[in-house]
C-alpha cells in the first residue's frame, strides 16, 4: 500500500507571512493524485488544493499553491498571506483507488 | 461537503452493543471511503467500497468490523461487540469518477461507555 509522511507535527507562521507544509509519498504508480485537506477545529474535512501526477504544472488557488516533483515524490503546500483562519490541521493525501492519508501538520497562524 | 451525509452525528454505545454508523455520498457518486480517526491523530484508512463491492478492505479489523454499500441506501459500517477502543470519529468519503476529489461527511463519533 501507498504510504504518505509528513514530517512536520506542527508549524506556527505569523499571520500574513508564508509558510510551506512538507509531504512525501511512496508509490511504484505513474497514474495518480494528490491532495491537501484541511481540517478546522470543527472537523469537517476541507478540500485545499489536488493535483494530477500526469500534470507537470503545478496547482495552485489563490493563496494556496503546491510544489510537486514528481521524481522525488514530495507535494508540498505552499501557504500564502496566512490568515488567522488558516489554523488548522492539514493532512496531506495520495489517491489511485483507495485514498491514503499522512499524519498530518497541525498549522498555527499567529496574530 | 455538506452533501455527504453521516449519521448519526453522535453515538454512544455500552460495550458488547453494535454500532451502525450511514454514509449517504452525493448523488452518483458511487465510490465512497470510511476512516477512523482518534483524537489528534489523522485518518486510518479502514475500507473503499464501490456500490455492490469492497474494492479494499485491508485497513479494517478482521473481527467485529464490515461494511456495504448496497445498489440503494446508504454505505453502512458495522461494528459488532464494540469496545471502549472503538471509540473515535468516523469520517466517510464519496466521490464520482476517477478525475474527481473526495467529499467528506462531517463524521460520527462513537463513544463506547
Known amino acids: 500500500a501507498q504510504t504518505v509522511t509528513q514530517s512536520q507535527p506542527e508549524m506556527s507562521v505569523q499571520e500574513a507571512e508564508t509558510v510551506t507544509l512538507s509531504c512525501t509519498y511512496d508509490t511504484s504508480e505513474s497514474n495518480y493524485y494528490l491532495f491537501w485537506y484541511k481540517q478546522p477545529p470543527s472537523r469537517q474535512m476541507i478540500l485545499v488544493i489536488r493535483q494530477e501526477a500526469y500534470k507537470q504544472q503545478n496547482a495552485t488557488e489563490n493563496r494556496f499553491s503546491v510544489n510537486f516533483q514528481k521524481a522525488a515524490k514530495s507535494f508540498s503546500l505552499k501557504i500564502s498571506d496566512s490568515q488567522l483562519g488558516d489554523t488548522a490541521m492539514y493532512f496531506c493525501?495520495?489517491?489511485?483507488?483507495?485514498?491514503?492519508f499522512g499524519a498530518g501538520t497541525r498549522l498555527t497562524v499567529k496574530p | 461537503n455538506a452533501g455527504v451525509m453521516q449519521n448519526p452525528r453522535h453515538l454512544v454505545r455500552r460495550r458488547g452493543q453494535e454500532a451502525r454508523l450511514r454514509c449517504s455520498p452525493m448523488k452518483g457518486h458511487s465510490h465512497v471511503y470510511w476512516y477512523r480517526q482518534l483524537p489528534e491523530e489523522g485518518l486510518k484508512f479502514m475500507v473503499y467500497?464501490?456500490?455492490?463491492?469492497?474494492?479494499?478492505e485491508s485497513g479494517m479489523p478482521k473481527e467485529r468490523f464490515s461494511a456495504e454499500f448496497p445498489k440503494e441506501g446508504p454505505s453502512i459500517l458495522r461494528i459488532q461487540q464494540v469496545v471502549r477502543g472503538d471509540s473515535a470519529a468516523y469520517f466517510c468519503?464519496?466521490?464520482?469518477?476517477?478525475?474527481?476529489?473526495?467529499?467528506f461527511g462531517q463524521g460520527t463519533r462513537l463513544t463506547v461507555v
Open positions: 468519503a464519496g466521490r464520482g469518477g476517477m478525475n474527481t476529489e473526495a467529499f
Open positions: 467500497l464501490q456500490k455492490e463491492n469492497i474494492i479494499d
Open positions: 493525501a495520495f489517491r489511485n483507488n483507495d485514498m491514503r
